[in-house]
């Protein structure tokens, strides 16, 4: 068989299995992968793994379809072991390749850095993070998390700085997350928010969050931070604006008089040493 005919069905089996896949992986399959919508900063994850998905699946396509042409059409039948054909390069396919990859690469820096500009980085980089979006508002809700061993707080400076065993967010507000230890490193993370950032002692981390749907959610240190490191997890909610009203107000009364004898609201604290977790 003449190699214009097999590279003729190599190609309409690529085109044929990659028109079939790609409405699967874009429409079915991409977006009911985790982080899921529970933030604008997890839709957008999500978003951006769909198009690295249809990306891929023509590449993943062709190999498959590749490798099984070859397998099924140049095996060795006989009983008798024969060398190939010598082959000695075809630039027709290295132009292809090096053409390829090029506009692949070039197009997902491009993708990328239009999706930095557009929507901020979406992770902690510091108290003053380089890429911001145009939706992250001065009069965003702020919120500090706390970690140290074994466990993360909560403090609201704008309810009186406040400090609670649990993350409570309302829905449809810009949140400005501001994050850091009193003891060593620790990283936030909470997968459903599509947030994480690193804990680190004397540091104010922060990472900005968007909640649009109502729901709980898992939060986790994902940084080895001691021998109980395994149980340092919590349980956050996203509330509606009244549920969250009537939550703080129950929180400031149930937490004043502790409220009273924490230190007065910082971006980090310096805790005495005899006073760290250990």
Same mark, same amino acid.
């Given at each position: 068989?003449?190699?214009?005919?097999?590279?003729? +069905?190599?190609?309409?089996?690529?085109? %044929?299995?990659?028109?079939? /896949?790609?409405?699967?992986?874009?429409?079915?399959?991409?977006?009911?992968?985790?982080?899921?919508?529970?933030?604008?900063?997890?839709?957008?994850?999500?978003? &951006?793994?769909? #198009?690295? /998905?249809?990306?891929?699946?023509?590449?993943?396509a062709f190999?498959?379809?590749?490798?099984?042409?070859?397998l099924t059409?140049?095996?060795?039948?006989?009983?008798?072991? *024969?060398?190939?054909?010598?082959?000695?390069?075809?630039?027709?396919?290295?132009?292809?390749?090096?053409?390829?990859?090029?506009?692949?690469?070039?197009? /997902?820096?491009?993708?990328?850095?239009?999706?930095?500009?557009?929507?901020?980085?979406?992770? @902690? !980089?510091?108290? &003053?993070?380089?890429?911001?979006?145009? %939706?992250?508002?001065?009069?965003?809700?702020? #919120?500090?998390?706390?970690?140290?061993?074994?466990?993360?707080?909560? +403090?609201?400076?704008?309810?009186?700085?406040?400090?609670?065993?649990?993350?409570?967010?309302?829905?449809?507000? *810009?949140?400005?997350?501001? #994050?850091?230890?009193?003891?060593?490193?620790?990283?936030?993370?909470?997968?459903? $928010?599509?947030?994480?950032?690193?804990?680190?002692?004397?540091?104010?981390?922060?990472?900005?969050?968007?909640?649009?749907?109502?729901?709980?959610?898992?939060?986790?240190?994902?940084? $080895?931070?001691?021998?109980?490191?395994?149980?340092? =997890?919590?349980? @956050? !909610?996203? %509330?509606?604006?009244?549920?969250?009203?009537?939550?703080?107000r129950g929180? !400031?009364? =149930? =937490?004043?008089?502790?409220?009273?004898? /924490?230190?007065?609201?910082?971006?980090?604290?310096?805790?005495?040493?005899?006073?760290?977790? @250990?």
């Amino acid at each position: 068989m003449r190699e214009s005919s097999h590279q003729r +069905r190599i190609l309409i089996a690529w085109v %044929v299995l990659t028109v079939i /896949l790609l409405p699967i992986v874009i429409f079915a399959i991409a977006p009911n992968l985790p982080p899921g919508d529970a933030t604008v900063e997890s839709h957008g994850q999500v978003v &951006d793994n769909t #198009v690295l /998905l249809a990306v891929v699946t023509p590449i993943a396509a062709f190999l498959v379809v590749f490798f099984a042409y070859a397998l099924t059409n140049f095996r060795q039948r006989g009983p008798e072991i *024969e060398e190939g054909p010598a082959i000695h390069g075809d630039h027709r396919v290295q132009v292809t390749w090096l053409v390829t990859t090029l506009v692949i690469v070039l197009g /997902l820096a491009s993708y990328g850095t239009f999706r930095l500009f557009q929507t901020g980085a979406g992770g @902690g !980089q510091g108290a &003053d993070p380089i890429f911001t979006a145009d %939706v992250h508002k001065k009069d965003a809700l702020q #919120v500090q998390v706390i970690a140290q061993q074994w466990e993360f707080t909560y +403090r609201y400076p704008s309810y009186g700085g406040v400090e609670t065993p649990h993350l409570v967010l309302p829905v449809n507000r *810009e949140v400005e997350l501001h #994050v850091t230890s009193l003891d060593v490193i620790h990283s936030f993370w909470a997968h459903a $928010l599509g947030v994480k950032a690193d804990a680190n002692p004397g540091v104010d981390n922060v990472v900005y969050v968007k909640p649009q749907r109502i729901r709980n959610f898992e939060i986790r240190c994902a940084e $080895l931070c001691g021998l109980w490191h395994g149980h340092m =997890f919590d349980k @956050g !909610q996203i %509330v509606s604006d009244a549920r969250f009203a009537a939550w703080i107000r129950g929180a !400031q009364r =149930f =937490f004043g008089p502790a409220t009273k004898a /924490l230190p007065r609201y910082n971006q980090h604290y310096f805790p005495k040493p005899e006073r760290r977790a @250990g």
